[in-house]
């Protein structure tokens, strides 16, 4: 098991902000690094979002375009071929 790297965010704006600790693989947090750097943002921002986006109902509510295409797609499905599909599937 690798060794968890802490991540100390820091950020100061006109309004009042938490300061949040995270322990992180040390991968993935350079790989957030780099990330959020070619996003031209910062991983605290980045984390921010994930959070607000999880606890925020009225972000759960929202369709991607991706999801809107899909959607009614299997209105006319059959349960049952889709079981015997993952039942040979998953053998």
């Known amino acids: 098991m690798e ?7 820091e950020c100061y704006h006109t309004y009042s902000m938490s300061k949040l600790t995270l322990s992180v693989n040390p991968d993935v947090a350079a790989r957030a690094k780099r990330y959020a750097k070619r996003q031209g943002t910062s991983v605290s921002r980045m984390v921010e979002a994930y959070l607000t986006s999880v606890t925020d ?4 509510q929202e369709r991607t375009p991706t999801l809107d295409a899909l959607a009614g797609i299997l ?11 993952l039942s040979k599937k998953y053998r």
């Open 75 to 85: 209105k006319k499905a059959d349960i049952e071929d889709y079981h015997k599909h």
């Open 3 to 9: 060794p968890l790297q802490y991540v100390y965010f």
């Open 57 to 60: 109902p009225k972000t759960h």
